[in-house]
DNA sequence: ATTGAATCCTGGTCGC
DNA sequence: TGCGACCAGGATTCAA
């Protein structure tokens, strides 16, 4: 699943690819990608420019020069890729742009669960889903006091506030097991209970966390590969996903796997205890 | 206001 | 070998 540090690959990827090409022609395979009025995303974009690509957490923010700009989220699977045909797409391609070049950039997701959505530059961030997320790691708004007063408030568990984008946006359930276990704070700990020590750990491990694996290219699970078609490289340094059952890097006790607020959840029983 | 459940999807896995 | 049942999982929607 793309998270902040593997959309932010994407997001330079593409920067290099396609920024400066023109939308030739749009082939939509299938509707219910596109938020809003099919034909009207197709007609804006057609003869339009793409200037620069900027992100917000998650979300990829496509700017042209025609004023429009596409959000897109890739959810799960959704990936971008660069072609010379358009032969090579599969059946898993679900809306095709025929650039100046002669390329063609396509957006593929296997489950479908991705969104693209057109608004008048400048609104996106005003979307009601980008103007409710926190504030994003490695960003001057995310500091350790709005980590504190977000997480105060919550009494669900560590784990599920932080897959909930409205206290730090960007972290899904990769980078949270991973900070998890890095500041030794048991997943299933309530928001609220962290001791001044977890919280000042955990808002260190979040921002360390993240920008080593924006260096490393991101983690590449199944699916995801990035715009180039390369690989990420940052699943070798992950230390409890999807690692149950091996021994913890710490402590050398068995990576447990678990569900919290319905998700996967891999950490080390015993040096990620449960606060007393 | 927060929280949990249901929802969307398909490939993979499991049991028979 | 095949087939039905079940599951993962980000964000949104709806209900409590």
Known sequence: MP???????????????????????????????????????????????????????????????????????????????????KSEFDKHVHVIFSLSNGQYLAYRDVRKFGKMQLVPRGSELNLKSIAALGPEPLTPEYTSEALRAGLSERRKSIKATLLDQHVVSGLGNIYADEVLWQSRINPQEPANNLSATQLTTLYQAINTEIKRAIDAGGTTVHSYVNADGQKGTFQGQLQVYQHTGEACPRCGNSIAKIKVAGRGTHYCPVCQPLNS
């Open 3 to 85: 998270e902040l540090p593997e959309v932010e690959t994407v997001r330079r990827g593409l920067t290099k690819s396609v920024v400066g090409q023109t939308i030739t022609e749009i082939e939509i395979r299938y509707f219910k990608i596109i938020v809003g009025n099919v034909q009207e995303f197709r007609d804006r974009l057609l003869g339009a420019t793409i200037t620069d690509i900027g992100r917000r957490a998650k979300y990829l923010l496509f700017h042209f020069d025609n004023g429009w700009t596409m959000v897109s989220h890739l959810r799960m699977e959704g990936r971008y890729q660069l072609r010379a045909e």
